[in-house]
T-cell receptor, first 113, second 113 residues
Framework: GESVGLHLPTLSVQEGDNSIINCAYS??????FIWYKQESGKGPQFIID?????DKRQGQRVTVLLNKTVKHLSLQIAATQPGDSAVYFC????????????FGSGTKLNVKP | NAGVTQTPKFQVLKTGQSMTLQCAQD?????MYWYRQDPGMGLRLIYY???????DKGEVPNGYNVSRLNKREFSLRLESAAPSQTSVYFC????????????FGDGTRLSIL
């Protein structure tokens, strides 16, 4: 989920398990969403995106689900690996704010070997 | 595959000093962005450039200026640094603004004493 402040919510999973990371977005008019992965000391890395005319999109080992009714986005990672350990955050884009994304603060994923 | 390159990677300044953060992208993208990231918070947009020759304010522009030098380069200037500007600064680019992923550099870690 989302958090404001110094301490990010943390999800700990065992290697090989599936992970689900959640994001509550703020604006019902948002029509484009992105999930990013950020490793320590690095910039955010694009994982997957979804437009509001879809409710599910799959990539390699990742699936994004969009529930517009409750303004909720989730990222599912299959067979989580130690290399998946990072902070994950979502971003939303409004159609009338074409160049402005709004970013969540993120969830830290710890994968235990 | 350089992508988005930021310099410097680290910098320590004294209050009142000025400096320019450099960003260059080699993906022929039209839109470029500057963000700041503070602990436990989402990325916040400082300024953006939708295309070469244009710049606009984001969410937190006070204390900063930008220059879109050409299509590849977008610099961020702190004229008189303040401790509140201690942060990690990220530059990003996208092909044509919203509804497209933004690609990030690895950041400049700036401390102001």
């Amino acid at each position: 989920g989302e958090s404001v402040g110094l301490h990010l919510p943390t999800l700990s999973v065992q290697e090989g398990d599936n992970s689900i990371i959640n994001c509550a977005y703020s604006n019902s008019a948002s029509d484009y969403f992105i999930w990013y992965k950020q490793e320590s000391g690095k910039g955010p890395q694009f994982i997957i995106d979804i437009r509001s005319n879809m409710d599910k999109r799959q990539g390699q080992r990742v699936t994004v689900l969009l529930n517009k009714t409750v303004k909720h986005l989730s990222l599912q990672i299959a067979a989580t690996q130690p290399g998946d350990s990072a902070v994950y955050f979502c971003a939303e884009n409004l159609p009338y704010n074409f160049n402005k994304f709004y970013f969540g603060s993120g969830t830290k994923l710890n994968v235990k070997p | 595959n350089a992508g988005v390159t930021q310099t410097p990677k680290f910098q320590v300044l004294k209050t009142g000093q000025s400096m320019t953060l450099q960003c260059a992208q080699d993906m022929n993208h039209n839109s470029m962005y500057w963000y700041r990231q503070d602990p436990g918070m989402g990325l916040r947009l400082i300024y953006y450039s939708a295309s070469e020759g244009t710049t606009d304010k984001g969410e937190v522009p006070n204390g900063y200026n930008v220059s879109r030098l050409n299509k590849r380069e977008f610099s961020l200037r702190l004229e008189s640094a303040a401790p509140s500007q201690t942060s990690v600064y990220f530059c990003a680019s996208s092909e044509n603004g919203g509804n497209q992923p933004q690609h990030f550099g690895d950041g400049t870690r700036l401390s102001i004493l």
